[in-house]
Nanobody, 129 residues
Framework: VQLQASGGGLVQAGGSLRLSCAAS????????MGWFRQAPGKEREFVAA????????YYTDSAKGRFAISRDNAENTVYLQMNSLKPEDTAVYSC???????????????????????WGKGTQVTVSS
């Protein structure tokens, strides 16, 4: 499975961005999907996860109420809508895919994302104050 993230950019605090992650080369509905981020000098952290058919989602506490993960299985794409962005959201955001995991278990991986099967190249999100 190949994953390609896009949609990052520079935005002012309080603004919004929508990230996309396009998948190819596999059966998209076999995979739960997650978004992770890594800020300079920090470890990678979990942001959000969605189940194979989108019926379950899970967020890190800092994303709850501001971010929304969704997927379009017809388009083999997962999205991360990010609203009310803060400077501390600045990071490289990456999408990843995994089989046979609940969204809660995706969020609980330690280190973050360590058991994900496939990764896409990240997209930079920079939030200015």
């Amino acid at each position: 499975v190949q994953l390609q993230a896009s949609g990052g950019g520079l935005v002012q605090a309080g603004g919004s961005l929508r990230l996309s992650c396009a998948a190819s080369g596999g059966r998209f509905t076999d995979y739960g999907m997650g978004w992770f981020r890594q800020a300079p000098g920090k470890e990678r952290e979990f942001v959000a996860a969605i189940s194979r058919y989108g019926d379950s989602t899970y967020y890190t506490d800092s994303a709850k109420g501001r971010f929304a993960i969704s997927r379009d299985n017809a388009e083999n794409t997962v999205y991360l809508q990010m609203n009310s962005l803060k400077p501390e959201d600045t990071a490289v955001y990456s999408c990843a895919a995994v089989r046979f995991r609940t969204v809660q278990s995706i969020g609980a991986m330690s280190p973050a994302g360590s058991d994900m099967d496939y990764w896409g190249k990240g997209t930079q999100v920079t939030v200015s104050s």
